[in-house]
């Protein structure tokens, strides 16, 4: 387990210059008007979301594998164990199934759990406790029954992994009645969203990107209040525009961003890009307005195209007063529909990438403006 860690670190710290390059078109907009008082890793403002909402609340505690004494697979909870006891980080056995049950029956009795998993891939084993017991405990108790625990870890695309540890949930656990689905992208994101999770009555799959934990952003004062919570319903319009509604969640927040820079530097496209933030449940009135407004629509996920997130604003497009305003059809970005391959050297290619969303956009907006 440990030397297959640290091949992961090995290609994460690689991967490291292309992460901080990424993100560095965003950081002025993230900005915005606020005075910049905290430089952080999205890593970091995990953990510091964890810590407040332990010593908040004395419910709340985390437990899985290696988050205790090891610091945590990714040093997601660094300190933490040191900081808190071994009464409110708990490591476990390597058995998803036994420690997610355990969560499972505590989140029934009024504790808080937060369950991370090394990898969402991992919550296949312990699948069954979180939809048979857990998302559908409140509805088939007649209300008598919550469960508020968020289960945590890293979901979507890594680097050099393979299939059996390198795919998006999303749409999996959005599917699914009694769950929260929470795609967070940068550290505004991740301190909002983790501690409004932490705090929600509801069960939450709260979906982390390993790719980026190292990146590093800068956080407004107000991100790091201590009761800074963002709503679990509502998306955010990250660059506005007038041409294309571009949707996103996750790191494909940051590619559609950078693909919306280069559109309208090389084609004078305004491209409106949404972070969708929260997947269940969907923020759809915010899609419908933006579409109302540029009359086209382009969703980008690194997940698979059929029954994807992508699939779903699909046929909200078909279903909503937006197909009136729609001048073309809806463009999906997704990932190959293929099994994550093993090889570095191709596996870019079954993962959407900056041009692919470029090319979406002049493909719905039928060339318009192209020079």
Known sequence: MHKKQQVLSSLLQRAATTQRSLVATQRAAFHASQTANVEMTCRDAINTAMCEEIERDPNVFLMGEEVGQYNGAYKVSKGMYDKYGPSRIWDTPISE??????????????????IEFMTWNF?????DHIINSCAKGHYMSAGDLKCPIVFRGINGVSAGVAAQHSQCFASWYASVPG????????IEDLRGLLKASIRDEDPVVFLENEMMYGVTMSAPDHIMDKDFVLPLNKAKIERE????????????????????????RDFDISAEVINLRVIRPLDRNTIVQSVKKTNRIVSVEEGWPQSGVGSEIAALMMESEAFDYLDAPLERIAGADVPMPYSV???????????NIIKGVLKACHGKKQR
């Open 97 to 114: 199934t036994g420690f997610t049950g355990i969560g499972v029956g505590a989140g029934f009795m009024g504790l808080r759990p937060i």
């Open 123 to 127: 919550s296949l084993q312990a699948i």
């Open 179 to 186: 769950l929260k689905v929470v795609t967070p992208w940068n």
């Open 241 to 264: 525009g007038t041409d294309v509604t571009i949707t996103a969640f996750s790191k494909m927040v940051g590619f559609s961003l950078e693909a919306a820079e280069i559109l309208k």
């Open 345 to 355: 050297s191709i596996e870019r290619l079954a993962v959407p990438q900056v041009d």
